[in-house]
């Protein structure tokens, strides 16, 4: 059974209300909750699962966090990227250990925390947002979670342009991602993945349109993933009655280049004709 | 721009079929589609976003293949966890580089690859199942994506435990996870996550009515993910007409020691009760 | 353009906020709301469609109330079936003027509303429930709409029996429905429609389960219904953030005589052979 | 039991494939299934709910038909609009016994056939199209199960205008709906509803567009219904694999008068001042 040490990030959540509380273990550090307080270093030495109590007897589970809690978390002062979509979101970026992407607007640091949690030390998110406050509040947050060092935030207007090249991904979660195609198409990788998040239907058709006529993207896909919670009280489960709608539409699309890069004649066997197939 | 190498693990797709082929770039091999063949020599130095033609002139763009197309590219002979789903669960299992994760079964493989994908060269993925046929099937899969030395997969009745201990996670795509619950609990570190996804509204009643029951579980979520794609042509944007309605329902719950692990009285402060809050 | 009369049943509603009051004109009443007072005299003789405004000044359009509007108007001290479910439930039943409908349990009243409106003057609707107050709440809901004459409300456990016989439909909105199959059966006319609507999934199971093995029913189909409300501010179309998530299973099924009642001999043409098809 | 007599509508369906065979009774008819033949003599005088056997053997079951098979049964040339979807449209246009109701277009019948089942003899239903190859298949729908008495079809480009005034609703299921709402405005009693069908995002942030900027309509409200239907075998009870995902926006609208029509100063009470509410 693993205990915990200092420097760990460790989740302290009651199983009823369900608030989390999430801290790197630091002696002499003392968590204050709405339901009495908590010593680091009674922390310190316990192993993971068990319950531990705030000194006024409220009890918490010291749990490992996830990453849909670290993203849970998140001190916001904007809509976040929720679990539901972040994981999605991993999977059609292709952003693994190694990976390098790039993320605007930065916001509270939500999508951010997630995308440094799964890129790992060996790859790196750059994030942009011209807010310098939320820049501010996403830093606190990524420090909080010690993953500040994998990221570098950036104040800057995208429609500067970014100033990477050869990214595996952008993720643009701003207003009118259509006015920043050229400078994501600029500092993709051939072949990357741009990926956007809007709320609006108007934004959904603006979007689709403007990717449709620009000559660098291709294999546009548009998505919406609505999660249903259910209720798992043993004897009456079912589906949840108040839940979130609506987030936002995902659209997706591939940095290509449109003029064909063709075969040599020399690998076509005899006879072949040139007409294209299909 | 950066150009394939040798090594490489590379997608071709056409844009109007969509169909993938997933290859890692060989001297010499050549890859045969219902479209035509390419040369693995004629793919080798190319750069990635680029258009490249069968020897019967049908067209393919060459690109670095993102999680999803890897868990679509599966070669099955059952149902695989949908990318939708796979993300959610890397969010909710904690799966980050370095994880160690144990699934059981195996199947064709779709989760293993995505979650091999994700923990990385430093975290290992245990699978499990008792059909050599679909270990073999899974085994072909991973070496097909380079992933192979991430993943150990075992041929074993997970009735008869798991041979681990201590992991970050466990999922469970079996018929009757509830049966497996003292197994997942014993292979589990204190706090891991417990993951299964389950077809049936019957097994997601059974389920959760023993994982309620089982005194080394908490916090029990049961969660559906529905995914809507859209049609893209820019005048008449709209939801899919026929979809996927249904995969599975995911549960997700916490390995925890139930008998409190108080804070020692010596860190009250004075005065205070001993009395539970909330 | 059409007046209001004294006797019409009318709608009062602010454009804003959407609070409904639905009244049967009368000369000399008054309608008191929490935005000041309507006279009953001053909306007699109004054009529909127009706007008119409390003693306070606070605007309402004067409008003829649709089944819809109807049926949010009840007053209520349980859940009500849903205009999106009752909608459906009209068509899988086959209510149509003319219809005999038995339902169970009355509850305020507001599946009660909707199948008396549908039924019209020539068919009739019979509403079980054992709970006085609740028949005296959902009397009260229909007398305020005209409705009263339409229905005949029933104060009897439903185990016991239905009263009437060949009835065309049932709808059971009880916690244990399948402990009322014989019962329905017993009311209905031959390939009468039997519905139910169940909040849970453990009484899906069950309910289907029993279906399944009662030799009176057949075609039993399950359906969910989701609505997804839009936010209409022209610039920003969206899907609502919260919503309803959840209100119940729907099952259908019908009555049928399960031994064969087969086409004589005599019809058949000569040579054929008795074995059944496909 | 009821048993069936000459001129019933009645339904023939078998219990593994549910299709469906609806056919008003007519002595020396005979019923042409691709599972054999049923003389309508043999059915006359059967009880409803019992099963029939085709010429082959082949077994039906003789139902009264629902609305919702109704519905299903159109011969269809065109995509209809669904039962879930007619039921809701029904409830929000407030269609009931003897309304008065507008449809455009026509198409293969399907909502006109449920209009007219629930309108009554004591309705009507104007039914408009300018393709007379559609109002001819409605028409022959309406025929074969006995509804023509309660339509009137109308070839003509709504455009010019509708020939009714003051209906009770109007519903648009066009491909433009906004070029026809000053039309159907002119139709529409005070205070009636106006309801819409549009399959594509980009009609439904045109139609909201155009119907907040009239100023003959208020109370636009935007929904979208899923149906889920849900497999019954008992013991694998689960949502189906493969669904209907979109079949429409429902835009729904009142047509009323903006200026204001206040109530007589003779109704306030003294010292109130004229200044609006809330």
């Known amino acids: 059974m693993r205990h915990t040490q200092a420097g760990d990030l460790v989740l302290l959540v009651n199983e009823k209300d369900r608030q989390l509380f999430i801290r790197m273990l630091k002696p002499g550090d003392q968590l204050q ?4 307080m908590v010593l680091h270093d009674d922390l310190i030495g316990l192993p993971y699962g068990t319950q531990v109590r705030s000194h006024l007897g409220f009890p918490f589970y010291l749990l490992p966090p996830t990453t849909d809690e670290l993203i849970r978390n998140i001190r916001r002062e904007s809509q976040i990227v ?3 979509d972040s994981g999605y979101i991993m999977m059609k ?6 990976a390098v992407v790039i993320e605007a607007g930065t916001g509270s640091g939500g999508l951010c925390v997630a995308l440094a949690s799964m890129v790992g030390d060996d790859g790196h998110v750059y994030s942009y947002d011209n807010r310098p406050k939320m820049l501010r509040l996403a830093g606190l947050n990524l420090e909080r979670v010690g993953m500040a060092h994998r990221v570098t935030l950036k104040s800057r207007d995208i429609l500067d342009g970014f100033e990477e090249t050869a990214v595996d991904a952008v993720f643009l979660d701003v207003r009118a991602p259509w006015e920043a195609l050229d400078q994501a198409h600029a500092a993709l990788t051939g072949g990357g993945v741009l ?11 603006e979007l689709i349109g403007r990717l449709d006529a620009h000559p660098g993207f291709g294999f546009v896909e548009a998505e919406e993933l609505l999660l249903r919670p259910y209720k798992t009280v043993p004897a009456r489960i079912r589906p949840a009655d108040q839940v979130v709608g609506h987030t936002g539409f995902l659209v997706f699309c ?5 003029e064909a890069h063709r075969v040599e004649p020399a690998t076509r066997e005899p006879g072949e004709s040139d007409s294209e197939g299909g």
Request: overall charge positive.
């Open 93 to 98: 970026l292709g952003i693994r250990p190694g």
């Open 254 to 258: 591939r940095a290509i280049v449109r």
């Open 82 to 84: 929720f679990p539901k």
């Open 33 to 36: 909750t709405h339901r009495g």
């Open 195 to 205: 990926g956007c998040i809007v709320p609006t239907n108007n934004q959904l058709v």
